[in-house]
């Protein structure tokens, strides 16, 4: 073989691997849950409870998901479904001021340990 022939070499792998690799697909990347809150009004009264719909979703299954409302947190258990949907009911406390905004925070876990958060808020109104 000819020193000409050996520096080819490499180059025709190097061909071969690019033209492999451009037939395939990216794969997908494990990610964070994907979180929504549906709240059904975004202004409440003291005496009122905050309500709505919240949804976890993720290809690998959810583990858990969980809102907070004014300090209080309850969870749902996902049974590795690809999808979590509830819907909940919070009082508020009556100390809460006109104006003041009352946090609302819901978390999830996916099987593979990922986990996110969405925060929001409503506010309290006048009666």
């Not at 919070?90 to 593979?112: C, I, N, Q, Y």
Request: hydrophobic residues 40%.
């Amino acid at each position: 073989m000819t020193p000409r022939h050996r520096r080819r070499g490499p180059f025709v792998l190097g061909a071969l691997l690019l033209a492999a690799a451009a037939g395939c697909e990216d794969r997908p990347r494990p990610a964070p849950p994907q979180l929504h809150i549906v709240i059904t009004r975004d202004s409440i009264t003291t005496a009122d409870s905050v309500e709505g719909v919240l949804r976890a979703d993720d290809p690998d299954g959810i583990d858990s998901a969980w809102l907070s409302v004014d300090s209080v947190t309850a969870g749902v258990d996902g049974l590795f479904q690809t999808t979590v949907q509830a819907p909940f009911q919070f009082a508020v406390k009556p100390s809460h001021g006109l104006g003041e905004h009352v946090p609302v925070v819901l978390s999830a876990r996916d099987v593979t340990g990922f986990t996110s958060t969405l925060d929001t808020f409503v506010v309290i109104k006048g009666p």
